[in-house]
């Protein structure tokens, strides 16, 4: 039988609290929800509640519910509607959202995955040879590779002075934070407060070069035969005259860069600080690097969905109920944020065995399933962009792991910290880099 309280029970502290918790201290303050209300439990955020679910089998019914009552795109909008614009599939709902899936589906569909590999690789291997011996930051590092293929392989940028001016501009977009990007929905903070008007002049110049990118890809001559993910954007759709326009297209790139860019680089360098503490698994992830084979690359995607199982980058996938509806036994109303903890859900010892290990067989062995794994969402949500993040990540370990040997700079590992949306190695995932004979 439905509960028909108003709201599961949750902490009592003041709003304002707990949404600096949920922001700073997630990890601490799901587990605190978990121990003390069990895993249906309401965070009390400022602007309205949110109900915490860590229940996998409420969890499915939530993904694969009536996308006209569960509103993902809704609930993301107010952080992210000033970075990636009010097109992007991130904010679109019912059929807006089913259109614009339809329409890029095909750039993350298996062939054209294939056709990314060997520049990916090309890149990748371009990028990790540079890198200096001694005592780095591997999130640094990460975080600029993936950059430089999402510049490339799906923006298509290959003019050298515009590359460099969009590395600058994108840097400067992905390191604000939750504030900054929230308030830039304000005119008079963007024309007068600092950082609010910085980052308005940056993201103002990126869209500058989007654009023109955008415009020469349309008119180029072999646009037919291009491969990157942005002429494919510009095919979209053209045979049934429902095509993309540039605006679109602009939004649906900011978000492939935030959402591929900044999680993949993140997703990395967890991976990297738990092979560095787990010594047998590091020397089977060489020995599959120097292979080149598909039981060799199966083992290293099992390195990266362990790594985003143990380290999740996002902690949740967020949906706004547009009427009442039951969800875990709840009858709740209209308005609530409804929210699968991954973190917990990822740490629940009845779903995987030893949660704080770091044990890549699971990935392998099929205890590992969409329904207790949920990096990329699930359901009609489920990321666009999870098999591209799989590939991508695949080659970047392969290049490392084939050039580099690593070693944590101390066993301790590392607390996350949190970077907008995402969680960061809070010291950056230090290691010892020395070059491999």
Partial sequence: MSRYATLPPGPAWPAVLQGMLYFVARPELMRYGRKHYGTVFTVRLPRRPTVMIADVEAIRSLFNGPANVFHAGQGNREVLKPVVGQHSMLLLDEDPHLRHRKLLMPAFAGASLRGYRELIAEITAQQTAGWAEGRVKLVKYTQAVTLEI????????????????????????????????????????????????????????????????????????????????????????????????????????????????????????????????APVELARAVAAADRRDKEGDEFLEACFKEGLRLRPVIGSASRLLTQPAEVAGYRLPAGVMVSPSIDLVHEDRTQHVDPGVFRPDRCLDGSVTTSNWLPFGGGVRRCIGAGFSLLEAVEILRSILQTWELRAVQQRVERPKSKHITLVPSKGAMAVLRRRD
């Fill in 150 to 277: 999402i510049l490339r392989v799906v923006f298509g940028v290959t003019d050298p002075v515009r590359l460099a001016k969009m590395r600058k501009l994108v840097v400067g977009i992905t390191d604000a934070n939750v504030v900054v990007m929230a308030g830039s929905l304000s005119p008079f903070a963007t024309r007068y407060l600092w950082p609010w008007k910085t980052f308005k002049r940056t993201l103002d110049g990126l869209d500058e070069l989007l654009y023109a990118e955008i415009r020469e890809c349309r008119d180029a001559p072999d646009l037919a035969a291009r491969t990157d993910v942005l002429a494919r954007m510009a095919r979209a759709g053209g045979q049934d005259g429902d095509a993309l326009s540039d605006v679109e297209i602009r939004d649906e790139l900011v978000t492939l860069l935030l959402a591929g860019h900044e999680t993949t680089s993140n997703g990395l360098a967890w991976t990297l600080h738990e092979l560095m503490r």
